[in-house]
């Protein structure tokens, strides 16, 4: 068998344990140090701590010691250790748990309830107005947490009663309330597009002005759609009364957005505009992000102990599994493309003849496909790198794809049968709410999406012209 033979066999090896639900990051350390060992083996180099043996050995420890150490002889644990280190050095990946942190502090810290009260007030005359407020708020608290589990969760606590309540078809209620949660993977601070940025070696801030204009298309029509829906369709989204919101004086309602909206947006703001404009790394900007998220919980009078202690409990879960994801699969793809793998991968795509159009279907396909059994976390940093070599030969910016991608890890969250942001839901929903209904529900989001990633390449100045504008060409 030859050595990309053996890769193929390797990738193949990996899917199938990934699906049988072995844990993908330990899953990707021990295939790679597995073939690692048989690709890095160097019987020169093995046989010389065998040779230290001689007549004078007497004691049974010193012998073995030695076939010990003949044992790790093997350039791939050196690999291993490395890839570890680079993982732990690598300076866009810090700002992950603080991101992550900020999430965590502002989602404990009651204003996302406030926002959406203020928000359903300030848009009760606004055809489907509890659904308008749900995905701006959605908007707001994804673009503060990135976290999809959280978004879903908490606001089909706190909106899709209310929704209910006010006569909403609970399958259009709890699709606004699905794809809005999702939104936090593409709109910048975004977690997913440093993680990418890491992968693909793609600067991180202009990666951020890139995704910002494709995210505000998406917004954009989602609204869209809940407002005609409304219109052609009152019976999804009836007219509130009074009881359902009741009417506020002009004064209340701004002192209401200003201690509601003005605070989380002026974070957003301040982590944001930040890094794009240069004024702070992305890692110095989620410090300021996370102390600004502690101040809130403060000021908000919801910061204790406890949720401090969640708060930092989860970052380090989730941070470590990141960073645990990132040394398996550098490990992994290192002894894949020493084995050959990515060659043949390339010499097959090659051999197709395809345009790039093609080539991006194609890519974006698998992803899709990809989203059902596995997490973004996963996606981006296994499979993603996969694709990356091939980019030259189409023509393509990996700042490009890597909008493409993130507008397509949408989908992953909101197709049957594995669509994750409906499960989240249907776990907090009343049980009138059915499952089909949620699925339902989250269809149209999903042709949003598919026609937002048109809109992308059909205009790519969407994606180019503001970092362009803001850092040159």
Known sequence: ???????????????????????????????????????????????????????????TWDTWSTWIDGFYNNRIFDLFINQTYTVMSNEVLTAVPLFLFMGYVV?????????????????????????????????????????????????GLLALPQMLKARYDPSFASGIICAGGTLGILIPPSIMLIVYAAASGVSIVRLYAAALLPGLVLVGLYLVYVVGRSIIQPSVAPRLTEEDVPSVPFGKLMWMVFTSLVPLAALILAVLGSILFGLATPTEAASIGALGGMVLAVIYRSMSYDRLRESVYLTVRTTAMV??????????????????????????????????????????????????PLEWSEIII??????????????????????????????????????????????????????????????????????????VYVFPGLVFNLPNAIYGN
């Open 382 to 455: 296994i499979f993603v790198p996969i694709f990356l070599p091939l980019l030259p030969l189409f023509g393509v910016d990996p700042l490009f794809f890597g909008i493409l991608v993130a507008l397509n890890l949408q989908t992953s969250f909101l197709t049957p049968p594995m669509a994750m942001s409906a499960y989240y839901l249907k776990g907090i929903a009343p049980p009138e709410v059915r499952l089909t209904q949620i699925f339902a529900g989250v269809m149209p989001f999903l042709f949003m999406v598919i026609l937002s990633m048109v809109c």
């Open 107 to 155: 989602e404990r810290a009651n204003i996302v309830d406030k926002l959406f009260s203020t928000l359903a007030i300030a848009a009760r005359n606004v055809p489907g107005s509890m659904g308008v407020a749900a995905l701006i708020t959605c908007a707001l608290f994804a673009t503060a947490t990135g976290i999809v589990g959280a978004v879903v969760t908490l606001m």
């Open 1 to 59: 068998m030859t050595d990309p033979q053996v890769a193929l066999m390797m990738l193949g090896i990996f899917i199938f344990l990934v699906f049988l639900g072995f844990p993908i990051a330990f899953t990707l350390m021990a295939l790679g140090i597995g073939f690692g060992y048989y690709a890095y083996f160097d019987p020169s180099r093995q046989w010389r701590a065998f040779n230290r043996l001689d007549e004078t050995v007497a004691s």
């Open 323 to 372: 960073c645990w994801l990132f040394v398996g699969s550098y490990t992994f793809s290192a002894v894949f493309s020493y084995l050959g793998g990515e060659h043949i991968i390339a010499d097959f795509v090659g051999g197709l003849s395809l345009t790039t159009i093609q080539f991006l279907i194609l890519a974006q396909l698998i992803i899709f496909l990809l989203g059902w």
